[in-house]
């Protein structure tokens, strides 16, 4: 499967942005979505994944109650989206795929074989 990300940009701190990842391929919905960022200067960090089927999503405890996580695999697309940002969340925004991942792993970059190019977001204070 192959990822794009788009609708990163600039905003304000306290705004909202929606980033979204679409996936070419037929079986996207036999795949956990997921969204790593890298802040400038530091580590890839888990933000989130949704499995195939939908529903619940996890979230990283850094971004839970401003961050939520969606997938319409009619559209094969997911979406990342921010809230009351701040700019501690300016990084590049990695969208990931992966037929493999559990639940004890899904927080770990090599849990996924798929990865989108990334788009920035960068929140102005």
């Known amino acids: 499967v192959q990822l794009q990300a788009s609708g990163g940009g600039l905003v304000q701190a306290g705004g909202s942005l929606r980033v979204s990842c679409v996936a070419s391929?037929?079986?996207?919905?036999?795949?956990?979505v997921g969204w790593f960022r890298q802040a400038p200067g530091k580590e890839r960090e888990f933000v989130g994944s949704?499995?195939?089927?939908?529903?619940?999503?996890n979230i990283a405890e850094s971004v839970k109650g401003r961050f939520t996580i969606s997938r319409d695999n009619a559209k094969t697309t997911a979406y990342l989206q921010m809230n009351s940002l701040r700019p501690e969340d300016t990084a590049v925004y990695y969208c990931?795929?992966?037929?493999?991942?559990?639940?004890?792993?899904?927080?770990?970059?090599?849990?996924?074989?798929?990865w989108g190019q990334g788009t920035l977001v960068t929140v102005s204070s």
């Open positions: 990931v795929a992966s037929s493999t991942v559990i639940q004890s792993n899904r927080a770990s970059q090599t849990a996924y074989a798929y």
């Open positions: 391929g037929q079986t996207f919905n036999r795949y956990t």
């Open positions: 949704i499995k195939f089927a939908g529903g619940h999503a």
